[in-house]
């Protein structure tokens, strides 16, 4: 009897685990908020309709507080409960190094707001996966768009000297190179802005005496939003454009409706605006929560 009982395979488990890291404090809260909100939207129509393979699918959540130390720290506590699929994370140099733990583990994670395109052509990262486009495709349609479609002729690209913000501004300004040489458009300021400050009234004089086509900015909606709000107040009336970390609603509470009328963000195609079934039954379910 104790050898068969040595013998007993272990009790399969009643639901399918999956991970989500997140940053639900920090820099990134709002928006580690937003995915947890959309995850379990996902969740309880995925398990409605019978779950999968005849289970339920069970979230487990770990923080990682919107920075590299912590992101370690809550990928070795999902990899400790023996998940074998992570949904991971927000802000590349966030989710790095959380993708080298996942991976040296054989932990497929995919990430929902990391677009650096060192991820995936740094190194070799085989079970590591992202929902949102690289940075360079991004940016490659900025130039094209500004050019071609915009007519602008004098661009400027503002960044934040962060993984994320200079990777798309570095690419922007690859990408407009050909059209710069051809004579068709000039870069007429490539500068950086030091994140997380609160009066950029340096800055935004420049951009004001400059006065370019089109301001492209390329990092996180808090500056965008506090940038934009006080160069309008100076008087500035050209054309912003914000990449893919910029629209948002907060982006929106911190500038205010009036200000950030007639400005153009890059961005994937959002739910709302998909036409497919399944995106209209995940649209109604979240607006429901």
């Given at each position: 009897?104790?050898l068969?009982?040595?013998q007993?395979k272990p009790a399969?488990?009643q639901?399918?685990?999956?991970?989500?890291?997140?940053?639900?404090?920090g820099?990134?809260?709002?928006?580690?908020?937003?995915?947890?909100?959309?995850?379990?939207v996902a969740?309880?129509?995925?398990?409605?309709?019978?779950g999968v393979l005849?289970?339920?699918?069970?979230?487990?959540?770990?923080?990682?507080?919107?920075?590299p130390?912590?992101?370690?720290?809550?990928?070795?506590?999902?990899i400790s409960?023996?998940?074998?699929?992570v949904?991971?994370?927000?802000?590349?140099?966030?989710?790095?190094?959380?993708?080298?733990?996942?991976?040296?583990?054989k932990v497929v994670?995919?990430?929902y707001?990391?677009?650096?395109?060192?991820?995936?052509?740094?190194?070799?990262?085989p079970?590591?996966?992202r929902?949102?486009?690289?940075?360079d495709?991004?940016?490659?349609?900025?130039?094209?768009f500004?050019?071609?479609?915009l007519?602008?002729?004098?661009?400027?690209?503002?960044?934040?000297n962060?993984?994320?913000g200079?990777g798309v501004?570095?690419?922007?300004?690859?990408?407009?190179?050909p059209?710069?040489?051809?004579?068709?458009?000039?870069?007429?300021?490539y500068?950086?802005i030091t994140?997380?400050?609160?009066?950029?009234?340096?800055v935004?004089?420049?951009i004001?005496?400059?006065n370019?086509?089109?301001?492209?900015f390329t990092a996180?909606?808090?500056e965008?939003a506090l940038l934009?709000?006080?160069?309008?107040q100076?008087g500035?009336?050209?054309?912003?454009?914000?990449?893919?970390?910029?629209?948002t609603p907060?982006?929106?509470k911190?500038?205010g409706?009036d200000?950030?009328?007639?400005s153009?963000?890059?961005?994937?195609?959002m739910?709302q605006?998909?036409s497919?079934?399944?995106?209209i039954?995940?649209?109604?379910?979240?607006?429901?929560?």
């Open positions: 009897m104790a068969a009982a040595c007993q399969e488990p639901t399918i685990q999956i991970g989500l890291q997140a940053p639900l404090t820099d990134f809260a709002a928006e580690g908020q937003w995915a947890k909100q959309s995850v379990e969740q309880e129509l995925i398990n409605k309709k019978g005849g289970k339920q699918i069970e979230i487990i959540i770990a923080d990682d507080a919107s920075n130390k912590d992101s370690a720290l809550a990928a070795q506590k999902l409960q023996g998940l074998k699929e949904i991971a994370s927000y802000g590349s140099s966030v989710t790095a190094p959380a993708a080298d733990l996942y991976d040296a583990n994670s995919v990430g707001g990391c677009t650096a395109v060192r991820l995936t052509m740094e190194k070799q990262r079970y590591f996966f929902t949102a486009g690289r940075d495709t991004q940016s490659e349609f900025f130039a094209k500004a050019v071609e479609v007519g602008a002729k004098r661009i400027a690209i503002m960044h934040d962060q993984d994320y200079r501004a570095e690419d922007a300004k690859k990408f407009l190179q059209y710069i040489d051809a004579g068709k458009a000039e870069l007429v300021y500068d950086a994140p997380g400050e609160s009066d950029y009234s340096a935004v004089s420049q004001k005496e400059i370019p086509d089109v301001w492209f996180y909606y808090p965008a934009l709000k006080q160069a309008r100076a500035y009336t050209g054309l912003f454009v914000g990449n893919n970390s910029v629209p907060e982006f929106e911190i500038a409706v200000v950030i009328k007639g153009i963000h890059l961005n994937e195609p739910p605006f998909l497919y079934p399944e995106s039954e995940f649209m109604d379910a979240y607006k429901a929560k």
